[in-house]
């Protein structure tokens, strides 16, 4: 088969080493199938049950475990369906619909041993035309005409646009005041700050005289550190006088 020119690769979507075949009654009208009406402990075949895909169409393929020589096959175009039917009465049987190269079919049961084989086949079914489905979907979007309206984001003829680019406005700063009303004074020129002032400075208290010019400040600061460095003749006579009260001890 060929799909637009291209062949269909048919893919496999579930295997089951082991699944029995069972001639059912005739379908009562309005009833249920039950399998419990089958001969569950006699089969009439047994073998491999292979699901495979070919396009939207699903096959179960009834083949035998040694040879994998078709015994029987049910073409399924959409599940659940006609084609593979449930019973009501447990999970691990299901009715085929079987159909041979002329057309004809026929109605037969299925049974798993395990009731995990039965899930799986079960969901394997599901997913492959849940992907029917999509595709469907897309085709169909893909087909029709979009009807919502465009967004027109496009430049009219004739229109412009302005971009400020590195030109962002400086906002006037106010200068905090004082409690007093008086602005605080600017920093200096040069922006570095006066050193503080050294250790020498602070420890003599310099007395600046009453009159005079900065020269006789300067001869003062001489003056003041001259006395402080060498003592008094005065201070040295008081301290030899606060000895001389005591005579010399004669030795004996």
């Keep these: 088969m060929a799909n637009d020119g291209q062949p269909e690769y048919e893919s496999v979507l579930c295997v089951k080493p082991e699944v029995n075949v069972y001639r059912i009654p005739p379908r009562a009208s309005n009833r249920a199938i039950r399998a419990a009406d089958w001969k569950l402990d006699a089969p009439d075949w047994t073998g491999r049950m292979r699901l495979t895909a070919r396009g939207k169409v699903a096959y179960v393929k009834l083949e035998d475990k ?13 599940f659940p369906g ?6 009501s009465d447990s999970s691990r049987y299901f009715v085929l619909r079987i159909q041979d190269d002329n057309g004809r079919s026929a109605f037969i049961g299925i049974g798993f041993g395990d009731r995990g084989d039965a899930f799986d086949f079960n969901v394997a079914l599901q997913d492959h035309f849940k992907w029917v489905k999509q595709e469907m979907e897309f085709t169909k979007q893909a087909q ?13 003829e004739g229109q412009t646009i302005t971009l400020n680019i590195g030109q962002s406005k400086k906002k006037d700063r ?71 009260d005591f005579d010399p001890v004669s030795s004996k």
């Excluded at 979009?146 to 496009?154: A, H, I, N, R, V």
């Excluded at 208290?205 to 006789?216: F, H, L, N, T, V």
């Excluded at 003041?224 to 008081?238: E, G, M, Q, V, W």
Aim: hydrophobic share 30%; glycine share 10%.
């Design 144 to 156: 029709a005409p979009d009807s919502t309206p465009k967004l027109d984001l496009g430049f009219k």
């Design 174 to 244: 106010s200068r905090p005041q004082s409690s007093g009303g008086f602005g605080l004074l600017p920093p200096p020129p040069g922006g570095k700050l006066a050193p503080p002032p050294s250790s020498r400075s602070t420890n003599h208290a310099i007395q600046p005289s009453a009159g005079g010019s900065d020269s006789g400040s300067l001869l003062d600061l001489d003056s003041s550190n001259s006395n402080s460095l060498a003592p008094s003749s005065s201070d040295t006579t008081a301290s030899s006088d606060l000895w001389g």
């Design 66 to 78: 040694l040879s994998g020589e078709l015994f029987a096959q049910a073409p399924v175009d959409e």
């Design 82 to 87: 006609i084609a593979v039917e449930t019973v």
